[in-house]
């Protein structure tokens, strides 16, 4: 089974990073990694011209992983760390206009204008999970939607499929709303 892989980021700096790593990772990689994944510059917000170059780059996408900048301006300087705040550039975390959930609605349409099987997101925690997955559920896109929490036992990963991928609700420790108490 091949697969290829898009990285796909807005940030020049962040483009040449992955780059950077790919290269540096290559030994431990498979020979013919450095064929089948590939980085380019896109912006998520502008859903036709991404699904646009991305259509011109593989016949069908399965899978859309997205890691956008979730955090609000507010959570910024309240929910992260000082490490992060010193050494994580802000463009990574917080959108430019402040509103950390404007990503999702775009991740969604993308995924579901590709023809993705299954979307994943990660987001800030709980509320925003809830937010998210809201959305997508009314979408109508996928068959399904949840959210998986991380080690911490915190929401941090939307996931939705499609019909005949429902074995993916069952990812890492899943916990759906209803079982979320504060």
Known sequence: MSSRILGIDISLKALRLSKQNLKHNKEVLQANVHEDIEFFRGDVLAVDSLVKAIGEKLQGVEVVISNPPYISGKSFNVSTGRSVRNYEPK???VPKDGNGDIFYPAIGRAAERLG???VVAEVEGWEQ???VKQGWEGSGAWKGVDIWKDFAGIGRTVVGWR??????????DVVSYRDWKE
Do not use: K, Q
């Open 116 to 118: 993705s099987r299954v």
């Open 129 to 131: 999970a809830n937010r």
């Open 91 to 93: 463009l990574a975390l």
């Open 163 to 172: 019909c005949g991928w429902e074995w993916i609700r069952d990812g890492p």
